[in-house]
């Protein structure tokens, strides 16, 4: 089987995905971790925005991403589909979610499906470096702040031109010294 035949059967992932998994520690093994993955997951899916440690939250982000993906591609009405959405996502409403409403959402999109965030530290309390991580298209405000263009503000235009005129006074005070210290 060649390579384009390979890439045919599984959609790739708008995001990097390391091969090894991050070490959780659970107690329960192997299943606990995968119980505590099923729980973001489906804690993603329902409100849209967590904040998690950040191995948890870049972890839970390749198995939320691979769950949108197989269903933007396959839909409802493809069994494997509907199997992996029904084990990584514990509360039945959000499958309908998943594909009622999530799969609009993100059908057009040519980036990844979610953003994950370094959250900041509070210093003595918390040691584990935090993130959040959020589905795009949310309806909560944005966490970064949106930087517009304010060249064109009347008070930024008037400011510059301040500092114009200002500089061509400084130029012609600099160039008469100049002149004045050559004639001497």
């Not at 200002?166 to 005070?173: M, N």
Request: glycine content about 2%.
């Amino acid at each position: 089987m060649n390579q384009a035949e390979v890439s045919k059967l599984v959609s790739k992932l708008r995001i990097r995905v390391n091969p090894r998994h991050k070490n959780l520690k659970c107690p329960e093994g192997p299943q606990g971790r995968l119980n505590k993955l099923r729980k973001t997951v489906n804690a993603l899916f329902k409100y849209e925005r967590l904040e998690l440690n950040y191995t948890l939250a870049d972890e839970t982000r390749g198995y939320a991403e691979r769950l949108i993906s197989e269903a933007i591609r396959h839909g409802d009405t493809h069994k494997p589909t509907m199997e992996m959405a029904d084990y990584w996502i514990e509360e039945k409403q959000l499958i309908h979610k998943l594909f009622k409403v999530l799969v609009p959402r993100f059908n057009d999109y040519q980036t990844s499906y979610t953003m994950l965030y370094r959250a900041p530290k509070a210093y003595p309390e918390i040691v584990y470096p935090r993130s959040v991580l959020e589905l795009r298209g949310n309806p909560f405000p944005s966490i970064l702040p949106q930087r517009s263009d304010q060249r064109n503000f009347i008070h930024n235009v008037l400011l510059d031109e301040a500092k114009k005129a200002y500089r061509a006074e400084k130029y012609e005070e600099i160039t008469k010294s100049i002149e004045e210290q050559q004639d001497e």
